[in-house]
């Protein structure tokens, strides 16, 4: 389960890149168009250090051509994988396919709350619980389980699918405009899974520069960043057709 998410917290070059691009402005970024994996994503730059799973949200419902549902106006500063879960339920169309999987569905282990980053946040331990209870009275999928990568590059190849992954921001770095792997400790951040080919991964960052085709690592880099310890190697599943 878990976590909370945010992004470019502790450092100062990712503070920098998020100021010079505007920080504040909110939606911005707008490389529309051509991104690999079937392309219809737009970028969307998260506000502040904590915001970037809603920034993916909004990129995620944008592609399925929801405008204007102010998920980036939440009240919060904390967000966990199941908050998102629950607004991506609110706001998706009717019958959109959407699946969580993660390999701790409840409670949030307590070594979470050993690292720094959790520590920000100890009324999680209570709150988040429930918020999985929430998750289950409405019926939603989630599955306590290791999603299978394969399947996930599957999917985005077919262009069947996106996912919003948390992943240890620290371990991804892209390869076209270097956003990334300059924490210093563990830093849970979103990003939205776009396309997979020839393994490489096609995602977008909203603590990221929004190049015209998108970010990319090698998909074994993703796979690193996904599985560290920290992200309950989280994945929002949103079908695409
Ligand atoms: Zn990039």
């Excluded at 998410?5 to 909110?26: F, P, W």
């Excluded at 999987?101 to 709150?127: N, Q």
């Excluded at 992954?165 to 924490?183: I, N």
Aim: net charge negative; with cysteine; aromatic share 8%.
């Amino acid at each position: 389960m878990a976590t909370r998410l945010d992004a470019a917290t502790n450092s100062k070059e990712n503070d920098a890149e998020i100021g010079a691009d505007g920080a504040g402005a909110g939606v911005a970024g707008a490389a529309a168009g051509a991104l690999t994996g079937g392309g219809g994503f737009e970028h969307v730059r998260q506000r502040g250090d904590w915001d970037c799973g809603l920034a993916c949200l909004e990129m995620v419902l944008r592609r399925v051509r929801v405008r204007g549902s102010g998920v980036m106006d939440a009240p919060r500063s904390t967000v966990w994988t199941v908050d998102l879960l629950l607004l991506l339920h609110r706001f998706l169309p009717p019958g959109c396919p959407l699946e969580y999987t993660t390999t701790c569905a409840g409670a949030p282990p307590a070594s979470h709350f050993s690292l720094e980053f959790y520590a920000k946040a100890p009324g999680d331990a209570e709150r988040v619980p429930l918020a999985f209870a929430t998750a289950r009275d409405r019926g939603l999928t989630v599955r306590e389980e290791e999603a299978d990568l394969g399947v996930v590059a599957a999917e985005l190849g077919a262009g069947r699918a996106c996912f919003v992954a948390l992943v240890d921001y620290r371990l991804l770095r892209c390869a076209v405009c270097g956003a990334g792997g300059r924490a210093p400790s563990y830093q849970g951040h979103y990003i939205v899974l776009t396309g997979c080919e020839g393994g490489t991964l096609y995602y977008l960052d909203p603590a990221g520069a929004a190049p015209s085709g998108g970010c990319a690592v090698e998909f074994r880099a993703f796979s690193a960043a996904w599985a560290a310890a920290g992200t309950d190697k989280d994945l929002l599943w949103v079908g695409l057709l």
